[in-house]
Each structure stands twice: as structure tokens, then as C-alpha cells.
């Protein structure tokens, strides 16, 4: 499942991935597994849920409204690091969670800071983790609290790059095709292209909003009148919708909830 964030995770965390993997002491894809879910589990530690079966974790991780006391009384520093994690590691799923999880157990021990068992009779059933107090990588619990703490700056796309003339581009496919004798056949096709100039002088231009990198993301302003327009608008909507309908008009108005608030 592709995962397209809102944020983009802090620079401490990338940094530390590239780093165990230039070192190669781990994959790409073993070093994600190890800082996200450790992540997690520190976010765990943090809101109080330490002693819970860690399988549940993903309900954590998920934006459904969870009706949790110890949720719902969040200081605004824990809610923050809440909706950090929530970024971050992108497992909202049950079955996603759990498959990073075994992921996580077949890490090599020296990595794995948290400790944590398969109860019988299923896989399913997990306890809670535990972190040993031999624990070596302090780094990484440096790394999870400025994750948990940290202004996430928003995710930016990148903008494509375009082919250039008379430049030899690689490319490398997968083809099925029928033989004559009804065969069903994969074949694997590799060419390298060029691209004259006259043929990509033909194509037309791609739209601007492609290639030009969004404006600075800040706060804005919108004044009380066109408020108070839009709750007009909204409120004659509901009327006439409870007149087609036949039930009855709400209780409350949207001018009258606007005129409520404390500006």
C-alpha cells in the first residue's frame, strides 16, 4: 500500500536511517522497521499504554476516535506527540501493524531495543514489550522523543524531471505474452532510448502546477463578514432542506453558533 504522508518525519530520523544504512549493519527496509516501531512503542511508553498487548498499538496509530480516558485527558504536549506518530509511522491497520511487528522480531538482537513474546496458541496474542535496562542504543531514544516533540513541516512533492535530448535513458519492463502454443510466458525487456530533440519539441508542455513548488504553507486571516455570509448561506440550505424533507428545522442556527464564539 503506497503511503502518501502529510509531514515529513524529522530530519533525525532520516539522517539515522541513512546512516545504519551506509554503515550497512542494516537494509533500508530493516532500518524503517526498527526506528518506527520502536517509535511506537516509546510513544506507547509515553501516553501510559506500556503494559498493553503491543498488537493493539495500531488502534494508537489509527485517526478513529477511540473512546479511552487516557486519551481523552491528553496533555497538549502528549497529543502532540500523538499526532506526530501518527504520521510517522504509517500502520493504521491491524494486519499492516502485525506484519511490521514479525518484521520487527527478526531483526538482529544487538538492534532490537524492546523485548517482547508470542503467547500460545496464536501469533496474534502478543505481550506487552519491554525495554531491558542494558538497553545500548541511547541514540535512538533521543531520536524517538524528538519525534514525539518536534514541528513536523509539511511534505513537499517533488517535481518530476523531464526527459532531455540526445540523452540515453535505460529502461527495464515486464511483459507477458501468449506463445503460439497458448503458453501464458513472462519475459523480462531491457532497452535504452533516446529521445531526438524534434520528438520532445512535438510534445505539449506540461501543466505548470506540475513543476512549480508550492507557496509556504502559513496561517491566514478570514474576517467575521464572510463568516457570517457563509452561516446565512448554510442556514437557509438546512431550512429548505427541512421543508423538502418534512422534518423538522434544526435547533440551533449557524449565525447564532457564530455569534457565540469568543473572538
Known sequence: ??????????ACLTARIDELVNDEVLSKTEAYSLLRTELTFALAERLGFADEPVIIFWALLGASPLFEHRLQQLADE???ALDNVRQIVPFSAKSAWLNELRRYQELPDEWRGYEFEVDPPGPTLLTHARRPESYQHQIHLTIYEQC???????HRQTPPNLAVANLSYYFKTHVQATSSEGVLRHQIVEANVIFPADLLDQQPPLPTSWLTIPDERDSFRVSITSLRAVAQRIDQRERSLAIRYGYSPPSTSW????DR???
Not at 255 to 258: G, W
Open 1 to 10: 500500500m503506497n503511503f502518501l504522508p502529510l509531514f515529513d518525519p524529522p
Open 255 to 258: 449565525s447564532e453558533r457564530l
Open 148 to 154: 514525539m516533540v518536534s514541528r513536523l513541516d509539511y
Open 261 to 263: 464564539l469568543t473572538l
Open 78 to 80: 502528549d497529543r502532540t
